[in-house]
């Protein structure tokens, strides 16, 4: 595993070994990336489930001014710090070992982040849960584009029923990227 492009281009990334995260390869990651590119110069990403946190150095590498990084397991939050420090991108960093609704809720009044990112472990609708909390979240709004890697098998019907739409999708052979952003309000007047 690699960073694809930017500023720590090229550099090898850590992996914590065995299958308790599951990096995003690095031809998935370039396809991901070259669908977002024009919007990541200056934006606030967060990364949850961030495993050896690929995903939010790899923005970091492309331009993004911030990341958070959000993972319970200590193996991989040392991994993380290890790949942060090796790039030379942690003084852009913010690295929080909690669950991720814990790390939401910490962080819940700041200011809406322009990407979220979200690669939970498959089949145990982690994906659901976080959304569930975003709908009403200030860290989501209605420019926030979420991100969510999960597997073919993934189904997201109920997305809008949380107030989301399915803004885009792309279909790997073994998994998937989903596209979401949170649906506009009507604003209706008294008149």
């Known amino acids: 595993m690699r960073v694809i492009a930017g500023k720590a281009r090229r550099l090898p990334l850590k992996t914590i070994p065995g299958t308790d995260t599951r990096p995003t390869t690095d031809r998935i990651k370039e396809t991901l990336f070259n669908m977002i590119q024009e919007d990541l110069e200056g934006c606030r990403f967060l990364d949850l489930f961030s495993g050896s946190g690929g995903i939010g150095i790899e923005a970091l590498s492309r331009g993004a001014k911030e990341a958070v990084f959000v993972e319970k397991n ?25 669950d991720v609704v814990t790390a ?18 498959y089949e145990k609708q982690l994906e659901r849960q976080v959304l569930s909390y975003l709908k009403d979240s200030s860290l989501a709004d209605e420019t926030t584009r979420i991100i969510i890697e ?3 098998e993934t189904a997201f019907d109920y997305v809008e029923i949380l107030g989301f739409e399915v803004a ?9 990227h989903i596209f979401l952003r949170k649906r506009r309000q009507e604003k209706y007047s008294d008149q």
């Open 168 to 176: 885009r999708e792309k279909k790997y052979k073994t998994n998937q």
């Open 74 to 98: 200590r193996k991989a939050i040392a991994c993380i710090t290890d790949n942060l420090k090796f790039t030379k991108l942690e003084k852009e960093a913010h690295v929080m070992c909690c």
């Open 150 to 152: 999960a597997s073919l």
């Open 104 to 121: 939401l809720r910490k962080m819940e009044g700041d200011a809406a982040f322009d990407f979220i990112f979200m690669d939970p472990p």
